[in-house]
């Protein structure tokens, strides 16, 4: 674990000499929670594209292990910082975001003729995440997200993830 946040320290650091512009990375890790196959570990990162200052869209996809499960997903969702909205030159953020996705349940008990193996669903995504600004580049955040699943073989219909990570932008 030392290894691990000593890594995410020196590549903040690193990548925060950069010019900002619009595009951003996420990284985030946590735990899976609040859905039918009990708690485990989460992983996800992700790719923005700032629209305006304070509105964004971001290819997120993430991982997350349960038992013999182990959950893939890409999700585009949009975000609305809405205290960066309220005042402009706040360290502090707070951003809602939603979007559609695509997941996949991978345990050796679903045998479908779908191209991935396992239980193929969408997902509806919604989630809240407060952001403290470190520099122009860099923050720190926590996610919190809901994801409401459609078009289901197995026992999964929903779930949460909290997450905490951080993001880079440039």
């Given amino acids: 674990m030392k290894k691990i946040t000593l890594a995410f320290a020196l590549l903040a650091g690193t990548l925060s000499f950069a010019q900002t512009g619009k595009w951003g990375i996420q990284l985030n890790h946590g735990a899976h929670f609040g859905g039918e196959l009990g708690t485990g570990l989460s992983l ?6 700032s629209l305006t200052k304070n ?74 995440s407060p952001t403290v600004k470190v520099n122009e580049h860099t923050g720190i955040l926590i996610d919190w997200s809901y994801a409401k699943l459609y078009k289901i073989d197995g026992d999964l219909s929903k779930y949460m993830t909290g997450t905490v990570g951080f993001y880079y932008r440039w």
């Fill in 55 to 128: 509105v964004q869209t971001k290819l997120d996809a993430g991982i997350d292990y349960l038992g013999d499960d182990n959950l893939s997903r890409m999700t585009l969702q949009i975000g609305a910082d809405v205290i960066g909205m309220a005042k402009a030159d706040s360290k502090m953020g707070l951003t809602l975001h939603g979007g559609v996705g695509l997941l996949n349940n991978g345990n050796m008990i679903f045998h479908d003729t779908y191209l991935l193996r396992g239980d193929d669903m969408v997902a509806l995504t919604f989630g809240v």
């Fill in 44 to 49: 996800n990162g992700g790719v923005s594209y």
